[in-house]
């Protein structure tokens, strides 16, 4: 990457914009947008490891798409154990159908339509599993959002059954080219896949077509990976042991500033297990904060303090630094000793991703944009005016602050209550528009595949190459916002 002129203060996405420069790139979907960094991701896009953004069903639908989800340092192993598992078990393609019974009530499908950003629920019998998956299960319909218009909410799912207009046999699935063909013609958003009378799984239009786009993100069995964050304190190896065990794929060694000497330990417990997958270690924002991390062990640091919707840290310390610049020095750091950085933080639109990505890293973490979407785990709220959103909150919040303090003495979680460095709640809206976290990065890797061919780069090396940035004032910036109504 090289600058048009060279800047004298360190700079923010919003400061900068990318020159068009010669490109031989024909199409857009000719360039590889795969992270390069050993993770296995094909889309260079991380779900950030916080509880208002990162539960199974994110995790499972960035896995699909290609990206990864990581899981918060807060949940118990036991949880972690049970999730690794079922996120492992669900189908690389066909999307994980929400499941109720014929003795469920109308409300209860009302429900679980906020959960995942389809149209329809599916109806079985029988299962002995957990999540519904047992043997003996036996499909029995469906039951969709306007079967449920004008029908008392405490209906039996019973009487409002209806069988689908279109199935499809996973022993003799067609090309997903030919299944959404097959989905046009019919006139259905919403197909159940079975294997005999067992359900696998459903299939959608957006569906079908995102899976021949996206190639999922998978482990060396052929299922879905997830990664997992571990905290500097208490048994660290003993954790991220399990956590391997378990079958996570990424481990994120995490805490707000990496740059101290209890990550350094950590991240040597861990390194010493000699665990056969990436550790990521951070957060950092200079090129020191990368060496030393690297010498203990990381492959990969995470760059970003302060820049996150979420966080106080700037505003209560003063502390950090402006995110680009943070960055593209942190990366040049890591690429001179062979490793890598993940962008942590600060990115609202696609434009954002597309710098952090020039700038040098392999991996961009989103967190609050991904709070505002069916999959990230809150509930969804409606507020006075109707418009949907849920709750969000920083990890150095008072709110995660007791979450993870909650084994600790009274007067040690007041004290440490004192500390508090993020928001404790936040209203994330729901972009009626784009409500899954699939809409996004529909919309996020459009717009990074487009930035690649203006600057001609045909995979992520090459755009880190070939990139070439310009400095711009606040009225250069809003210059290139649209407008969206007359002036």
């Given amino acids: 990457m090289e600058f048009l002129t060279t800047p004298t ?6 400061d900068v914009f990318l020159v068009p420069s010669k490109s031989e790139v024909t199409s857009r979907m000719d360039v590889d947008i795969s992270a390069d960094d050993a993770t296995g991701a094909t889309i260079p896009l991380v779900s950030a490891n916080m509880t208002a953004v990162t539960g199974r069903r994110m995790v499972e639908t960035m896995a699909r798409r290609g990206g990864l ?51 329809a629920v599916c109806v079985v019998e029988g299962g002995t599993g957990a999540d519904g998956t047992g043997e003996e299960e036996v499909f029995a319909g469906i039951v969709r959002r306007e079967d449920c218009e004008g029908v008392d909410r405490f209906s039996s799912v019973a009487s409002v059954l209806r069988s689908p207009a279109l199935t499809f046999e996973a022993g003799a699935f067609p090309s997903l080219q030919e299944a959404f063909g097959q989905l046009d013609t019919a006139g259905v958003a919403y197909a159940p896949v079975l294997d005999g009378t067992a359900l696998v799984g459903v299939l959608t239009p957006s569906g079908a077509l995102r899976s021949g786009m996206f190639a999922p993100a998978l482990d060396r069995n052929g299922a879905l990976g997830l990664g997992a964050a571990v905290g500097i304190n208490g048994d660290v190896a003993g954790r991220a042991t399990a956590l391997v065990e378990y079958g996570v794929d990424v481990l994120v060694l ?33 090129a020191g904060g990368v060496r030393e991390l690297v010498a203990a062990g990381a492959d990969i640091i995470k760059v970003g303090v302060g820049p996150g919707a979420m966080c106080t840290t700037r505003m209560m310390t003063a502390v950090g630094r402006p995110q680009f610049s943070a960055v593209l020095d942190c990366a040049a750091a890591a690429r001179d000793l062979g490793k890598h950085v993940w962008a942590d933080g600060g990115v609202r639109y696609p434009r954002d991703v597309a710098l952090a990505l020039a700038a040098g890293a392999s991996q961009v973490m989103i967190g609050s944009w991904f ?10 709220v409606a507020d006075a005016d109707g418009r949907q959103y849920k709750e969000s909150f920083g990890m150095a919040s008072a709110r995660a602050v007791q979450n993870r303090t909650k084994a600790e003495d009274a007067y040690s979680r007041a004290r440490k209550a004192m500390f508090e460095e993020g928001i404790s ?20 890797t459009a717009g990074v595949r487009s930035s690649m061919s203006y600057a001609g780069a045909s995979d992520l090396a090459q755009f880190r190459e070939r990139a070439v940035v310009g400095v711009q004032s606040a009225a ?7 407008v969206r109504q007359s002036w």
């Fill in 69 to 119: 989800g990581v899981l918060p340092q807060d949940v118990p192993l036991n949880v972690i154990e049970q999730v690794a598992g079922w996120v492992k078990r669900r189908h690389p393609v066909f999307e994980t159908p929400l499941r109720v019974r014929p003795t469920d009530t109308v409300l209860d499908v009302l429900h679980l339509l906020g959960k995942r950003n389809h149209s």
């Fill in 254 to 286: 995490d805490t707000a500033h990496g740059h101290q000497q209890k990550m350094l330990d950590a991240l040597a417990a861990v390194k010493s297990l000699d665990l056969p997958v990436p550790v990521v270690a951070g957060n950092v924002v200079s």
């Fill in 476 to 482: 250069g910036y809003e210059e290139g916002r649209p």
């Fill in 425 to 444: 709640t936040s209203r994330m809206y729901l972009d009626p528009e784009r409500p899954s976290v699939e809409d996004l990065l529909d919309m996020i």
């Fill in 9 to 14: 203060t360190d700079l923010t996405y919003a």
């Fill in 371 to 380: 709070a505002g979407t069916v999959e990230s785990p809150g509930d969804l």
